[in-house]
């Protein structure tokens, strides 16, 4: 049972300091969408989820349940404990950014992923230049047999989720991506909702 629900409005960001042993699940409210999540180190900001130390550590391009992601001082951070979903995941694309809207043709003000990440880590007194790699949940991307890198439609549908724990204290940011110019959100950004399922301790 959840203690807590927070509906993530489409294009726009959570985040909350949650310690070792809290459980959280990601909802994809409407389907088709995919949400960025990053997890930093509250008492050293230059330590955070790492998608490649965690491919390196896990031997697997791809997140799957049973995952453990671990920080650029590999470390665990994150578990990945629970999938019901279709099972597609990503940790090999960059999070949507200004520059990338702007090769994209998009408006100069159109939102992105790391800028959501940057104003939600601020909230924790954590500064951040530019995104690190994200964990992509729900993106269905992948790499073709003959190399292509392909942006493939996500797969969820209306309820689909992901659970995970958090092995180490950390500020866990989640956007609910914007990308509305490239197809692979169906229906175009949607919200996505967060619940902490118990909680040890929580700042939001």
């Known amino acids: 049972m959840a203690v807590s629900t927070t509906t993530i409005p489409a294009r726009k960001g959570w985040s909350a300091h949650l310690v070792a042993g809290t459980n959280i699940r990601l909802i994809d409210v409407e389907g088709g969408q995919a949400a960025d999540l990053w997890a930093y180190n509250p008492a050293d900001h230059d330590e955070f989820l790492s998608a490649q130390h965690s491919r390196v550590h896990m031997g697997q ?23 019901a979903s279709p099972g597609r995941h ?31 880590a601020a909230k924790h007194n954590i500064r951040v230049a530019r995104a690190p790699q994200p964990f992509n949940v729900f993106a269905n991307f992948h790499v073709d047999t003959d190399g292509r890198f392909e ?25 609910a991506c914007p990308q509305d110019i ?23």
């Not at 391009?61 to 999938?83: K, S």
Request: aromatic content about 8%; hydrophobic content about 40%; charged content about 20%.
């Open 61 to 83: 391009a791809y997140p799957v349940a049973g995952w453990t992601f671990v920080t650029n001082q590999r470390r665990p951070i994150l578990e990945f404990t629970h999938d």
């Open 90 to 120: 990503d940790c090999l694309a960059a999070a949507c950014d200004s520059f990338r809207y702007q090769l994209l043709g998009a408006d100069p003000d159109h939102a992105s992923c790391e800028d959501t990440l940057i104003a939600e």
């Open 151 to 175: 942006l493939d439609k996500c797969l969820t549908e209306p309820g689909d989720s992901a659970t995970f724990t958090l092995l180490m204290d950390a500020v866990v940011v989640i956007s």
């Open 182 to 204: 490239v197809g692979f959100q169906p229906g175009g950004p949607t919200s996505m909702a967060v619940e902490i399922l118990d909680a040890p301790g929580v700042s939001p």
